[in-house]
Every structure is written in C-alpha cells, then in structure tokens.
C-alpha cells in the first residue's frame, strides 16, 4: 500500500520541475494523478511516464488563470477518476525586476498566475473534494512569501499572498466541516527550468545570463547545495497523506536552511 492509494491527484504545472517530481511521487505512493499544464505536451510526457512506469495518470491541457477551463478540469476528473482529494496548486511564473522598471503588465501577468491561479483552483477544487470526502490542498509558495527578495518584489507579493491565503481557506474548510486540509510548501533554491526564465540581473548579475541555481544556492543556502524537486515532493507527498492529518493552515519550509540564518 502505497502512502497516498486509492486517491486522486491534480497537479497544475505538472509538466516540468517541482511539479512533475510532486506527480511522480504521487503516482508512485498509488494515487491516481492529472498532470495539468499549460504546456500541454510536457503534461503529456509526464503522465505517459507515469504510466509506461505502472501508474495510473491523466494529463489536461490547463491555464490556471482561465476560469471556464478549471470548471471543465474539475468535471473531467470526476467523469474519470470519479473525486478529488489531493490538489497541489502548484503552477507558478517568476517575473523579475526592480520595482521601479516593473512593468505593470508584468505585475498582473504573474499575479494572474500565482495568485488568481491559486484562489480558482481553491474556488473550484473544493466543492469536488468536499463531495469526494476532503483531503488535502497544497499551494506552493516560495521562500520569497517569508522574506522580502530584491529583483523579485512582484513575485514575493505574490508568494506571501497565498501563504495568508492558504491560513485563511484552511479555516474556511475546517469551520464548515468540509475535511480538506490547506497547507502551504516553502521551496528554496530548486534545480528546475524555472530559473532559466528568470534574467541574471535579478540579483545584481548580468541580465543576458540566466541565473544558475546551483551556484546560487551553494553561495546562498547553509546546506551549500540546490534543492532538487524531490526534496520538494517528499514534503508535498508528507501534506497531501494522512501522515499529517494534524496540519492544517500551516506551511513546510524546505530550503536548505535559508530562511533559518
Ligand atoms: N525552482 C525554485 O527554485 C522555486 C523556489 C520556490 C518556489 N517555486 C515555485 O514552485 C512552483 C513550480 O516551479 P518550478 O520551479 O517547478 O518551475 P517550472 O518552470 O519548471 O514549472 C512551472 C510549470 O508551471 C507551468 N505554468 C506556467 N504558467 C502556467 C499557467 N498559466 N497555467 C498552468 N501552468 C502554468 C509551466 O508551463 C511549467 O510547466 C512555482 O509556483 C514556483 O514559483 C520554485
């Protein structure tokens, strides 16, 4: 029996990074897991490997910022896999920039995502958990939600907008009866595609050069090394099981010491 059987997953931004290693995991512990992304071809590749691997798994094209579509995804999990009780919100997007040289555009492109993403995904994972019998949801925040980041203020409003966010559904849920937990997931530096979406300049370097994790992290993180999106998937695994059935509105920091100095 694994950790998580007989349940059902969806991951958004499962196509890549943390949230592909949160879908392997799952699948691996016996849940039955929709990658979800908005690269619906990596979505793909994911859940074709969790299944060429003996896992069951589905993947869904999905723009986490697009309402209509997160109705139709909650409809085509219950069509298939009949509930859902595990929902990592999980996609996300780093936008750099000073706040003085962020455009406004950019603000709002990555607040639809991490932030208004998120809440639709609560607004419309919920109803279908409650009636699947609760569970667990997981946002993935940053610890850019716990300590401010210079280059990355957008991002950090976003990350400490869903860690509150989170308390405040885990106290929704528990007060109306509905047995869904809600917790929040504090990476640090992690190796996945993410940083090479985000300019070198962020941190004082060279905007032309993509900012490398290990090297960052292994200058920056008392433990001296990147994260990999396992070490992030052993906490989202811990949260989505029963091994923590007693967490509720709190947050998992997994960071290699960082926000601990
Ligand atoms: N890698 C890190 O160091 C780190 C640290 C802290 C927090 N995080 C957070 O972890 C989460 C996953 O990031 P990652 O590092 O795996 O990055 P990643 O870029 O490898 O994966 C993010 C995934 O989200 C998808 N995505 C982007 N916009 C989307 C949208 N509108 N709808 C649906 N999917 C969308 C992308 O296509 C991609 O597959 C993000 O929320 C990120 O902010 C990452």
């Not at 691996?28 to 590749?45: F, I, N, R, W």
């Not at 999980?90 to 991490?114: C, F, H, P």
């Not at 559904?169 to 917790?183: D, K, L, Q, T």
Request: hydrophobic letters at 45%; aromatic letters at 6%; one cysteine or more.
């Amino acid at each position: 029996m694994g950790r998580v059987s007989g349940k059902v997953a969806l991951v958004t931004g499962g196509g890549s990074g943390i949230g592909k290693g949160a879908a392997e995991l799952l699948a691996q512990e016996g849940a039955k897991v929709v990658v979800s992304d908005l690269v619906a071809a990596d979505a793909k590749t994911v859940a074709d490997g969790i299944n060429k691997a003996g896992g069951v798994a589905m993947s869904l094209h999905h723009d986490v910022t697009d309402e209509k579509r997160w109705v139709e995804v909650m409809a085509e999990i219950k069509k298939s896999y009949g509930g859902l009780h595990i929902l990592f919100n999980n996609a996300g997007i780093a936008l750099g920039g000073m706040t003085w040289e962020q455009s406004l555009e950019d603000w709002r492109k990555q607040t639809a995502v991490n932030l208004d993403g998120v809440f639709l995904g609560c607004k419309h994972g919920i109803p279908l958990m409650r009636d699947s019998g609760g569970g667990s949801i997981i946002i993935t925040s940053s610890i850019a939600g716990l300590q401010g980041s210079p280059g990355l203020s957008g991002y950090c409003a976003t990350k400490g907008g869903v860690r509150l966010y989170a308390k405040a559904v885990a106290m929704e849920c528990a007060r109306a009866g509905f047995n869904i937990r809600v917790n929040t997931v504090h990476p640090g530096v992690i190796e996945t595609p993410i940083w090479t979406k985000i300019p070198g300049n962020v941190f004082g370097g060279n905007r032309a050069n993509a900012i490398d994790p290990n090297a960052f992290a292994t200058a920056t993180a008392p433990l001296k090394r990147a994260g990999k999106p396992l070490d992030i998937a052993n906490g989202v695994l811990f949260l989505a099981s029963d091994d923590s059935a007693y967490m509720t509105g709190s947050e998992l920091v997994i960071d290699g010491g960082v926000v601990a100095g």
